[in-house]
C-alpha cells in the first residue's frame, strides 16, 4: 500500500510540473509589458528599466524559468547576502525556516510557496487566494451537495420508473444541463429569480457570502449562496442523474437482485439494502472530480453574481493583464486537481486491492 501512495504522489507531482511549466512559457509568451501595467501613465525608460530589473525580466527567459521554480518549490536555495541579487531571501516576498547553508552566501530553506504579486495591486498573490478561496469552497461545496442529494434521488426514480414518461423526461432534462453553458444559464437565473421574481424570493442576483454593513462591518448572508450555488450545480446535477440512472439499472439486472426480489423484498428494500451501496461507486467518483472542477470553473459564475471568490479575481486579473494573479490561481487550481485525485486513488487502493494490483 505504501508503494502504491508513493507511485501515485510521484506521478501527480510529475503532472503539476507539467502543468507549472506550461503556464510559465504560456504567460511569458503573450503581449503586454508588465512595467506599463503597473506605472500606467508615468511609465517612461528609466522607470520602465528599472521595474525589468526589479521583477527579473530583463534576464534570459531559462533564468526566469529557474527561479519560478525556485519560488515555488517548497525547499529552495537562495542568496542571503546580496540583496540586489534576485535570488535574495528577502523577508518581504518568503516566510522561511532555514535548513542548512552552501559556502558562504548561499542558504537551503524550507518555506511557502512564494505566487508572486499583483501588477496592480501590488499584493502578494498567496494573500489574495487565502481571503478569497474560502468562499469559492463554500460555493462549490454546497453546489456539489445540491447536486449530489437532488442527482442522487432522481437518479433512482427514473431507474425505478424506467422508460416511463418521467424517465424519458429527465434524460432529457439532464441533456440540457449538461449542454447548457454556465454563463447562460447563470444569466436566466440571475435573471428571473433576482429580477422578475424578487418580490417572491427576496433573493438578491448579485453579492457575495459577506456584505458590509456600515455598522456590524461584515455580515454573513447565506441567501446569496443560493442563485450561484444552484447556476454552479447544475451541470453536476445532470451528470449525477444519468449516472445513478444507469449504475442503478445495471446493478438492478444482477442475480443477486433477482434472488432478493423472489424472496419476496419490498422493491424499497431491495434499492436501500443491496443495489444502492454498489450504485453509488460511480456517482460517487464523479462527484469527488467534479468538485475540484467546481473550484475552477466557478470565474463566470462568481463573476455573473459578484460572489468575491478566487474565480471573480481571475476574470478581473484577466481584464487587466495582472499576471501574476492568474497565474498563481492556476496553479493553485492545478493543485487542487492533483491533490483531489491523489485522496481519490489512496481510497480506492484501500477500498479495493485490486486498483493497487494494477
Known amino acids: 500500500m505504501i508503494k502504491y501512495v508513493v507511485k501515485k504522489i510521484l506521478y501527480s507531482l510529475l503532472v503539476l510540473f507539467g502543468v507549472i511549466t506550461v503556464i ?62 534576485l535570488w535574495f531571501l528577502s523577508p518581504t516576498k518568503y516566510s522561511w525556516i532555514p535548513l542548512f547553508t552552501i559556502g558562504n552566501n548561499k542558504s537551503v530553506v524550507l518555506k511557502y510557496p512564494y505566487l508572486r504579486r499583483s501588477y496592480i495591486t501590488q499584493r502578494q498573490v498567496s494573500d489574495i487566494v487565502k481571503e478569497t478561496l474560502p468562499e469559492t469552497a463554500v460555493l462549490a461545496f454546497t453546489s456539489i451537495i445540491i447536486a449530489s442529494i437532488i442527482g ?14 418521467y424517465d424519458k423526461f429527465s434524460l432529457v432534462l439532464s441533456v440540457l ?13 440571475a435573471w428571473l429569480f433576482g429580477y422578475v421574481l424578487r418580490d417572491y424570493t427576496g433573493l ?13 462591518g461584515e455580515v454573513l448572508k447565506l441567501k446569496n449562496l443560493i442563485l450561484p450555488a444552484i447556476t454552479l450545480g447544475v451541470r453536476p446535477l445532470a451528470i449525477v442523474v444519468q449516472l445513478m440512472r444507469s449504475s442503478l439499472l445495471d446493478v438492478m439486472s444482477q442475480d443477486y ?28 467518483t464523479a462527484i469527488s472530480g467534479w468538485f475540484a472542477g467546481l473550484m475552477a470553473g466557478a470565474v ?12 471573480y479575481e481571475v476574470f478581473e486579473a484577466l481584464t487587466k493583464n495582472d499576471l501574476p494573479v492568474v497565474m498563481g490561481t492556476t496553479i493553485i487550481f492545478a493543485a487542487i486537481f492533483v491533490a483531489t485525485n491523489i485522496i481519490v486513488d489512496i481510497i480506492y487502493g484501500i477500498l479495493d486491492p485490486r486498483v493497487r494490483i494494477k
Open 257 to 284: 437482485i433477482r434472488t432478493a426480489k423472489a424472496k419476496g423484498l419490498k422493491l424499497k428494500t431491495v434499492i436501500i439494502k443491496h443495489a444502492l451501496k454498489n450504485a453509488l461507486n460511480p456517482v460517487v
Open 300 to 311: 463566470f459564475v462568481e463573476y455573473i453574481f459578484s460572489w468575491k471568490g478566487i474565480g
Open 152 to 165: 442522487i434521488f432522481l437518479g433512482i426514480i427514473s431507474a425505478v420508473k424506467h422508460n416511463s414518461f
Open 24 to 85: 510559465f512559457f504560456l504567460f511569458n509568451v503573450l503581449p503586454g509589458d508588465p512595467a506599463t501595467i503597473m506605472l500606467g501613465q508615468r511609465a517612461n525608460k528609466e522607470a520602465i528599466e528599472a521595474i525589468h530589473r526589479d521583477l527579473g525580466t530583463d534576464q534570459p527567459i531559462m533564468e526566469q524559468y529557474a527561479r519560478y521554480l525556485n519560488d515555488l518549490s517548497p525547499i529552495s536555495v537562495h542568496n542571503n547576502q546580496n540583496e540586489k541579487s
Open 204 to 216: 438578491s442576483p448579485t453579492g457575495s457570502l459577506y456584505d458590509i454593513d456600515v455598522w456590524d
Open 177 to 189: 444541463g449538461m449542454a447548457a453553458p454556465s454563463f447562460f444559464v447563470g444569466l436566466i437565473i
